[in-house]
Every structure is written in structure tokens, then in C-alpha cells.
């Protein structure tokens, strides 16, 4: 390599690299055989084998150029080199992947997701496909863990059980949303495709049928059993965790704020908020009039959580009825 960048220096300044003679009878020829050496190697490779073992192999391919441009290539050849292998072997080969993106999710294939991400993330428009594949996998999956939920019940939209119910959406957005961070190491669109199927599924399930309503009252049901002393949470803490959980889906918190409100999930998903504050605003009267609340500072917690997450004009009722009961 060095002998053929050697010729190319210009005689009139022998310190002005030309890669000329380099490029013409090295780079050229080794990108046009290393093309066509992986076209059939990946072809081949793939008529026998799964699209598991191909994302290995074509790992383990990328990092074999990558260490060849290290050992005995000039440095300005990666460029073009990598580049052509990323076309070989991802691009062409990248409707396959997209096809058996579902399969991996379906069966929790977290190291193939991983190297399925990365690879196609090298490639312009490669992830695009997964995002609209990973959000309808997520919607249906919450649709599916309702309609499970209501059919072993036997229960009507008016009977349901608020905790179940809770429990059930929770359960599918923390599945997914672990996916979201080991899979594909939290990338934003994969994030927003997540957010946008948790809320089509937590508004429109089995359970609430056409009713808007019903999800924002199964959740404030939830809080009110939370915030009760009858709740069987002895702990402030586990009090306050459940209150994080449920607020989350109620609206959107700022990336700063992620770790603090790492658990609250549900709140600000609800179209509905309105809806939720009324049912709310009843059941905190009731607890407050009764003196049935498990503690005042589990109260004034779950309201200056709704307050950063809604706003002073959403809480402005809620802190004058609890402060009043205070007095």
C-alpha cells in the first residue's frame, strides 16, 4: 500500500500526499472484488441458513473490513469500502430483515433486535419499517391484553376491575418499553412509536368500547383505591410509586425529568384529561369528607404530581378542596 502511494507523490512537493496510482490499481479493484465476493457469499449464505445467523455473519463481515482497512489499507479507502459493504450486505438484503422483524419481537429475540437495529441503522430509511412494525406490534398487544382481561373476567365496561385494568396496560407499556431501551438503545422513534400505539390502545380497547370516558374513570377508580386507607400498600413509598406509575400516563414529561419520573407512565396518555379530573375531583371529596385518605402526604403528593404535569389551572380545585379540609 505504501509503495503504491509512494508513486503518486508529486515530485514538486514530496510532502503532498496523491493517491492517484493507490486508488486506480489498489482501492478500485478491491472494492469491486470485495462487492462481488460478499453478493454471493451473502446469497448463498442466506438460501441455508436463518435470517438469525445472517445478521451474525454480517456483523462479524463489517468488522472483518473494518480491521482490514486498519492492517494494510489506507485509511481514506474506509469510506468507500464500508460503504459498499453496507449496500452488500444490508441494503439488499433489507426487505428480508424488515419481513422477519415481527417474528423476533413475537418470540423476545433481544440480541438478533439488537444487531437487526445497528445494522440497519447504517443504511438511509433502514428503520423507518421497524418503527410502523414495532408500533403496531405494541398497539395489538395492548389490545389483546384487554380483550383477554375482559373475556376471563366476564366483566362489563362498569364492572371491570380498576387495578386489573391498570395493571394490564402497565404491563404491556413497561414490556415494550424495556425493548425500546435494550433493543434500540432508546432511540427517539422507536420511543414515539411506542407512545403513539400506548395511546390508541390505553383510549379505545375492549373495555372502553366507543366510550372516551372510561379509561380516564377506570384510572382515577385506581388512584382513589391507591390514596385510600383500606389499600393494602403499608409503605409511603409503595404509595408513591404507584401514584408515578399512573400519573405518566396522564401527559407528556420533559426529557430531563426521565429518571425522576422514570415510573410514571399512564396519565399522559388519556386524551381525555378533563374526564379524569372529574372523576378525580369527586373521589378526592369523598375520601376527604370521610377521612377515609391513607395519609395527607400521599394526597399532596398525587396532587403536585398532577400539577407539574398538567399545570397550576388543572390542580387549582383539587389543592383548594384538600387545603380546605386541612383547615
Known amino acids: 500500500m505504501e509503495s503504491f502511494v509512494s508513486l503518486g507523490l508529486d515530485s514538486a512537493d514530496p510532502n503532498k500526499e496523491c493517491l492517484d496510482i493507490y486508488k486506480e490499481h489498489i482501492e478500485a479493484p478491491f472494492i469491486v472484488a470485495t462487492e462481488k465476493y460478499y453478493k454471493k457469499e451473502s446469497d448463498t449464505f442466506l438460501s441455508q441458513n ?5 445478521l451474525r455473519k454480517a456483523e462479524d463481515r463489517l468488522k472483518d473490513e473494518e480491521d482490514r482497512v486498519e492492517r494494510y489499507l489506507h485509511t481514506k ?21 424488515w419481513d422477519n422483524f415481527q417474528s423476533l419481537l413475537d ?30 406490534h405494541v398497539k395489538q398487544a395492548g389490545l389483546n391484553a384487554i380483550s383477554k382481561l375482559v373475556g376471563e373476567s366476564g366483566a362489563t365496561m362498569d364492572s371491570l376491575d380498576p387495578k386489573a385494568y391498570v395493571d394490564a396496560l402497565l404491563e404491556v407499556h413497561k ?41 380516564p374513570e377506570l384510572i382515577a377508580k385506581h388512584s382513589d383505591l391507591i390514596l385510600r386507607k383500606s389499600n393494602k400498600m403499608a409503605e409511603e413509598e409503595d404509595i408513591e410509586s404507584a401514584l408515578n406509575r399512573l400519573v405518566c400516563l396522564l401527559s407528556p414529561l420533559p426529557q430531563a425529568h426521565s429518571q425522576r419520573f422514570l415510573q410514571m407512565i399512564l396519565f399522559k396518555y388519556l386524551e381525555d384529561k378533563d374526564v379524569f379530573q372529574s372523576f378525580y375531583t369527586t373521589k378526592l371529596s369523598k375520601r376527604l369528607i370521610h377521612g377515609v385518605s391513607a395519609s395527607d402526604e400521599s394526597e399532596a403528593s398525587m396532587i403536585s404530581k398532577l400539577k407539574e404535569a398538567c399545570g397550576f389551572e388543572y390542580t387549582n380545585k383539587l389543592q383548594r378542596m384538600f387545603t380546605g379540609a386541612l383547615i
Open 50 to 54: 436463518t435470517v438469525s445467523d445472517y
Open 77 to 97: 479507502t474506509r469510506k468507500d469500502l464500508i460503504s459498499k459493504c453496507e449496500h452488500v450486505l444490508i441494503r439488499e438484503h433489507a426487505e428480508l430483515m
Open 107 to 136: 418470540f423476545d429475540k433481544d440480541e438478533d433486535l439488537q444487531r437487526m437495529y445497528a445494522l440497519l441503522s447504517r443504511i438511509p430509511e433502514g428503520l423507518e419499517p421497524l418503527r410502523k412494525r414495532f408500533e403496531g
Open 175 to 215: 414490556k415494550n418499553s424495556e425493548t425500546v431501551a435494550r433493543s434500540f438503545k432508546g432511540e427517539a422513534g422507536f420511543a414515539a412509536s411506542l407512545d403513539k400505539a400506548c395511546r390508541e390502545f390505553v383510549n379505545r380497547n375492549a373495555a372502553t368500547g366507543a366510550s372516551s370516558s372510561k379509561s
